[in-house]
């Protein structure tokens, strides 16, 4: 079971990336999925989610507006569209699968996932 992130890269503040997370070895289409975040020497912490049941989705306030994200089940892809970057976003950028299938929530904290891509990491220059 795994979940692979791509899509980083260096982008100067004011642009726009698009991050994907593929899921192999299983179906993660009941799953909730989230984007996790950890800059330099900061803890890691919640950017935005989407619920296995529903399609709940919840974001960081510090994003909200300026993130979105989504799935797309038949190719067990989850995106998060970022637009008007800014440098504060700099961070590798993980995805988390849910431990728990058919929840309404949206978990913030971390311990409820337990699936996890190696990350990738966004740059973005001022």
């Known amino acids: 079971v795994q979940l692979q992130a791509s899509g980083g890269g260096l982008v100067q503040a004011g642009g726009s990336l698009r991050l994907s997370c593929a899921a192999s070895?299983?179906?993660?289409?009941?799953?909730?999925m989230a984007w996790f975040r950890q800059a330099p020497g900061k803890e890691r912490e919640f950017v935005a989610g989407?619920?296995?049941?529903?399609?709940?989705?919840k974001y960081a306030d510090s994003v909200k507006d300026r993130f979105t994200i989504s799935r797309d089940d038949a190719r067990d892809l989850v995106y998060l569209q970022m637009n008007n970057l800014e440098p504060e976003d700099t961070a590798v950028y993980y995805c988390?699968?849910?431990?728990?299938?058919?929840?309404?929530?949206?978990?913030?904290?971390?311990?409820?996932?337990?699936?996890w891509g190696q990350g990738t990491l966004v740059t973005v220059s001022s």
């Open positions: 070895g299983r179906t993660f289409n009941n799953n909730g």
């Open positions: 988390a699968g849910d431990r728990h299938i058919f929840r309404e929530d949206v978990p913030t904290t971390s311990i409820r996932y337990g699936y």
């Open positions: 989407t619920s296995g049941l529903h399609g709940n989705k």
